[in-house]
């Protein structure tokens, strides 16, 4: 007796069989989506590099779910198109593209001013844009672009707001850190890598800032019913891997992301945690922890260090003119 369907039938249904069975285990490894319905209604979000990837993400959900939701971002074409895109398809017309460029502090003293003269409160802000392992190049001011970007950038916005979150409270900041941070060491008498620069070691340095930032901060915040917390989303596939080696090359691209298909989570995913650490009503009094994805993580000993986190902040302050001597 002969099979009912011809033998092709049976490996096109093997192989769709086959790859929707991986798209469900990805979709399991990558992890839950936040599915709790708080409204924002009335609420002002600012959410930085969100032109694309989780920050984009994050905006889409934000604005579902009725918050005013301002996109600094650095390229306003790129973010006008984003933001047409998230309008759209939530029908929130509160969405805002507003120029924040992170590796210039004039630009974004220019836009903490113009945010100020139109919005009187902000419930949430959200530290999400970076750079990755970039070759050696410098932010207007002459800081190490990964640093000056990943780190003194949103140093420098975080506290021109901090009056801003303070009358607005309670309210949350949410800094995007690494893992990577547990391979990083601040380096005390080569900060800006002038005397050696590696880029995965800039990058790493970077992110345990943002770690000792947060914590810096919690401690300064007490008292005030602003929290700040920091966050390893996970490994996402966004354009932040773009300055890599393999990322150069269109075959290794295609190979390495194959590879890896499976374990990197989608933009979407990757947003969750970052939702979470925003939203959750049972985060509103956690402050100064680091999580990776929905729970509190350790930190590396470096990150730990309460006097090298005065000593940074310190340097910061310096560096962004935040307090000009």
Not at 81 to 92: C, F
Not at 316 to 323: A, R
Request: glycine share 6%; with cysteine; proline share 3%.
């Amino acid at each position: 007796m002969g099979l009912p369907f011809p033998k092709p039938f049976y490996y096109y249904s093997g192989a769709i069989t086959a790859v929707g069975g991986g798209y469900l285990f990805r979709d399991y490894l990558s992890g839950e989506l936040y599915e709790k319905e708080e409204t924002l209604r009335d609420k002002v979000v600012i959410v930085t590099g969100s032109n694309t990837g989780i920050g984009k993400e994050i905006v889409h959900d934000l604005a579902k779910r009725n918050a005013k939701v301002i996109m600094a971002c650095r390229d306003m074409e790129k973010c006008e198109t984003a933001r047409r895109d998230i309008v759209l398809d939530t029908e929130n017309k509160y969405v805002y593209c507003r120029k924040c460029d992170l590796a210039s502090q004039e630009s974004i003293r220019s836009f903490v001013k113009q945010f100020k003269k139109e919005h009187s409160q902000l419930d949430i802000l959200i530290n999400n844009a970076g750079v990755m392992r970039c070759p050696k190049s410098y932010t207007q001011e002459g800081i190490e672009m990964q640093l000056g970007v990943n780190h003194m950038g949103h140093f420098l916005l975080t506290n021109l707001l901090l009056d801003v979150l303070k009358d607005s409270a309670p309210s949350r900041i949410v800094n995007l850190s690494s893992a990577a941070h547990k391979r990083g060491k601040i380096k005390l008498k080569d900060l800006n890598s002038a005397e050696n620069y590696d880029a995965s070691q800039a990058y790493a340095q970077s992110k345990l800032a943002n770690v000792l930032f947060t914590r810096e901060l919690a401690d300064r915040l007490k008292g005030t019913g602003v929290t700040v917390n920091a966050i390893h989303p996970g490994i996402v596939c966004t354009d932040i891997v773009r300055h890599m080696s393999f990322y150069q090359n269109y075959i290794a691209r295609i190979f390495i992301k194959s590879l890896t298909w499976l374990f990197v989570k989608p933009p979407k995913k990757g947003a969750q945690p970052v939702l979470f650490l925003a939203l959750d009503p049972s985060l509103k009094d956690v402050t100064g922890s680091y999580f990776s994805a929905y729970t509190v993580a350790d930190v590396s000993d470096e990150a730990k260090n309460d006097g090298l986190a005065k000593w940074l902040w310190a340097a910061s302050e310096k560096w962004t003119k935040l307090n000009p001597v």
